[in-house]
C-alpha cells in the first residue's frame, strides 16, 4: 500500500551526527482503522476505507455511527478512501500504521494550505505598489490600472486582482523522511507540509528508500556487460 492519511502536528529540527540542523514536519499517521474494502466485483474498483482521529459522541449522526460500529469504533474525525495495488488485502477492523515506512523514502504530501482571507494584491500576486513620492498619499498598495475604459470596456477574465488567498489544496512531492517514530506513530520529513497544524495531510509513497539507492555492485555490473 503506497497511500494513507495522517495529521500534521507541527514543525521543528534535527540535528545530524556532524551538527548540520535540518528543518522537519512532525506527521502522526495513525493508527488508522480500516473502515470498509471496496472490491472490483461489488463496488467497480479496488480502494479501503479508513479513520483517523476521534470526536466526542454527540457529533457523529446514527448512520456514521453504525458504520463505524462494524469495524470497533465508535467515533472518528476523518474518513477517507485510498487506493489499492493488487497485492494488498485488507478487512474491516484492521489496523495501519507507520511501520510501512523507512527513512530515506520519498513521498508527496497532499493537504489544505492555510486559509489567509481576502488579501490585497501587494501580498496575493506580490505586486509592488505605486511610488511613494509625486504627490502619491493614498497608493502605495493599490493595485493600478485593470483595463482600459472604451474598449474592451470590460475587465479580462484572469486579471490579477485583490481576493481571498489560501484554503486550496497543494501538493508537495519529493520530501524525503528522516525518521520513523513507530512508537508514538509519527514519522519526520525534511521541510515543510501544507497545511496548518492539526490539519489532514494524504502522503503518497513515491519512491521507497530501497530503490532510490541501488548498490554499487549491481551498477558496475551492468556497466561490464554494456
Given at each position: ?8 502536528i ?5 540535528f545530524?551526527?556532524?551538527?548540520t ?35 466526542r ?11 463505524l ?30 511501520t ?56 479580462f ?24 517514530d513507530?512508537?508514538?506513530?509519527a ?11 492539526n490539519?489532514?495531510v494524504?502522503?503518497v ?16 555490473e ?5
Amino acid at each position: 500500500m503506497r497511500e494513507f492519511i495522517g495529521k500534521k502536528i507541527g514543525m521543528t529540527r534535527i540535528f545530524a551526527e556532524d551538527g548540520t540542523s535540518i528543518p522537519v514536519t512532525v506527521i502522526e499517521a495513525g493508527p488508522c482503522r480500516v473502515t470498509q474494502v471496496k472490491t472490483a466485483e461489488k463496488d467497480g474498483y479496488r480502494a479501503v476505507q479508513v479513520a483517523l482521529g476521534s470526536r466526542r459522541k454527540s457529533l457523529i449522526n446514527k448512520p456514521l455511527a453504525g458504520h463505524l460500529k462494524k469495524s470497533g469504533l465508535e467515533s472518528t474525525r476523518w474518513l477517507r478512501e485510498l487506493k489499492l495495488e493488487e497485492s494488498d488485502n485488507f478487512e474491516a477492523g484492521q489496523t495501519l500504521d507507520v511501520t510501512v515506512l523507512h527513512p530515506g523514502d520519498q513521498v508527496k504530501i497532499t493537504g489544505v494550505s492555510k486559509g489567509l482571507g481576502f488579501q490585497g494584491t501587494v501580498r496575493r500576486h506580490h505586486f509592488a505598489g505605486g511610488p511613494k513620492t509625486h504627490g502619491q498619499s493614498d497608493r502605495h498598495r493599490a493595485p493600478g490600472s485593470i483595463g482600459a475604459s472604451s474598449f474592451p470596456s470590460r475587465t479580462f477574465r484572469g486579471q490579477r486582482m485583490a481576493g481571498r488567498m489560501g484554503g486550496d489544496t497543494v501538493s508537495v512531492r519529493n520530501l524525503t523522511i528522516v525518521e520513523v517514530d513507530a512508537a508514538h506513530n509519527a514519522f519526520l520529513i525534511k521541510g515543510a507540509v501544507p497545511g496548518k497544524p492539526n490539519g489532514l495531510v494524504k502522503i503518497v509513497i513515491a519512491k521507497p528508500a530501497a530503490a532510490r539507492f541501488k548498490p554499487v555492485s549491481s551498477a558496475v555490473e551492468k556497466k561490464a556487460e554494456k
